[in-house]
């Protein structure tokens, strides 16, 4: 059974940095593509970045330039860097895996307010 764990979210000032990780367990980490999808209540989840297991990456353009993704397959972790928020990123968080050969997963997310 796979299990995702994201960590490193919290309460950021416009303008600040924060980095989110992502935890996963119990599955071969270099199958899956790995993405971070935010949510904000009465709003669709936006997927915000994706690294591909061929270590392709993906943005949405309201992150790009401001945000990077990338993998550790050692260490079975993916990281969001972000960078100059503002506090429209204000969501939860959602670390998810996927791949044609396996189920896909998602994590519970961690809360990131950006406020002054």
């Known amino acids: 059974q796979v299990q995702i764990v994201e960590s490193g979210g919290g309460l950021a000032q416009p303008g600040g940095s924060l980095t989110l990780s992502c935890k996963v367990s119990?599955?071969?980490?270099?199958?899956?593509?790995m993405s971070w999808y935010r949510q904000v209540p009465g709003k669709e989840r936006e997927q915000v970045a994706e690294v591909t297991s061929a270590r392709n990456t993906i943005y949405a353009d309201s992150v790009r330039g401001r945000f990077t993704i990338s993998r550790d397959n050692a260490k079975n972790t993916v990281t969001l860097q972000m960078k100059d928020l503002r506090v429209e990123d204000t969501a939860v968080y959602l670390c998810?895996?996927?791949?044609?050969?396996?189920?896909?997963?998602w994590g519970r997310g961690t809360q990131v307010p950006v406020s002054s």
């Open positions: 998810f895996a996927d791949t044609p050969y396996a189920p896909a997963y």
């Open positions: 119990g599955g071969i980490f270099s199958i899956y593509d």
